[in-house]
């Protein structure tokens, strides 16, 4: 498949992008999760510093309605003490480990909660992300099951297409993710 490529060149750094103007406009179409409904859950959390069950379970279900049940196995004060302990870190892979630690969440739902937590610096990212970073050549081959570092990878070249946009970090990971929802010949898994 072709993809159209835009080159974004940086002190000497070229930065291979998508029109990203095109694909946010996209995404509503997509069956991605709803960013409003993710920064009313960040807003929980902000307020008391931890999420319940109940609100990580919503957060969960926002990003994978296939996996979210799975949160309701953690007993509720683990929730709390885990949310409470990521929420006072400022290290982005402590803060995923602990996240992750928890049944029924993965790299791409602790993704989410770092989304909900800080817009600014953080983007929701799964298979769909990693596909379209994969087609413009950032990475050697495509990958479904992620893990903290994958993350912290993916992360930063967002932020560098934020950087060079005019677009937030957040919104570069919903064009990526609709751009793979257009574009993908065959079925995801």
């Known amino acids: 498949m072709k ?8 002190g000497g750094i070229t930065i291979k992008t998508i029109d990203f103007e095109k694909y946010l406009h996209e995404y509503d ?46 007993p509720e004060d683990r929730v709390e003490k885990v949310t409470e302990a990521a929420y006072r870190l400022e290290d982005e892979f402590c803060q ?7 049944k029924g969440i993965g790299t791409p739902t602790a993704s989410a909660i770092l ?12 298979t769909r992300v990693w596909a379209t970073l994969w ?31 005019r677009f937030t970090t957040p919104e570069i990971g919903y064009a990526l993710f609709a751009y793979d929802t257009v574009h993908r010949e065959g079925t995801l898994h």
């Open 3 to 10: 993809t159209a490529q835009v080159q974004i060149s940086s």
């Open 115 to 126: 989304t909900a937590l800080d817009d600014s610096r953080h983007a929701v990212i799964d």
């Open 29 to 74: 179409n997509t069956s991605g999760l709803y960013p409003a409904a993710l920064q009313k859950l960040g807003k929980k959390y902000h307020d008391k510093g931890y999420l319940t069950r109940e609100e990580l379970y919503d957060l969960a279900h926002l990003n994978s309605t296939l996996s979210s049940y799975h949160v309701k196995r953690n």
């Open 135 to 165: 087609r413009l050549g950032y990475f050697q081959q495509e990958k479904e099951k992620f893990n903290p570092e994958d993350y912290l990878t993916m992360i930063k070249i967002i932020r560098k297409m934020a950087e060079q946009t």
């Open 96 to 102: 995923l480990a602990l996240f992750i630690s928890l």
